[in-house]
Nanobody
Framework: QVQLVESGGGLVQAGGSLRLSCAAS????????MGWYRQAPGKQRDLVAG???????NYAESVKGRFTISRDNARNTVYLQMDSLKPEDTAVYYC????????????????WGKGTLVTVSS
């Protein structure tokens, strides 16, 4: 069984920083893409940043220059460094990974964490 666990959320003042982490555990053969999404109250879940296993990175326009995504393949972990936070960044942040589990017939699928709340006060 594969699990993703996020950490690092919390309350911060506008202009502050937070670092989110998401670690995958379980019977993992390989991990391809990793990403962070967020969902504000009453809104849809949107991509914040993604990183491929080859190091390719993309960001939502709203976070470019402020957020940095990185990954540690040895630890099956993805990070999101969030600087210059704004009140509009307030949301539940979810990580997603495309994982090939160790199975008799391995099949890659997307796994999601349960989310971590980020609240930015003005």
């Amino acid at each position: 069984q594969v699990q993703l666990v996020e950490s690092g959320g919390g309350l911060v003042q506008a202009g502050g920083s937070l670092r989110l982490s998401c670690a995958a555990s379980g019977s993992i053969l390989s991990i391809k893409d990793m990403g962070w999404y967020r969902q504000a109250p009453g809104k849809q879940r949107d991509l914040v940043a993604g990183i491929t296993n080859g190091g390719g990175i993309n960001y939502a326009e709203s976070v470019k220059g402020r957020f940095t995504i990185s990954r540690d393949n040895a630890r099956n972990t993805v990070y999101l460094q969030m600087d210059s936070l704004k009140p509009e960044d307030t949301a539940v942040y979810y990580c997603k990974m495309s994982i090939m589990p160790i199975m008799l017939v391995p099949t890659a699928r997307d796994y999601w964490g349960k989310g971590t709340l980020v609240t930015v006060s003005s």
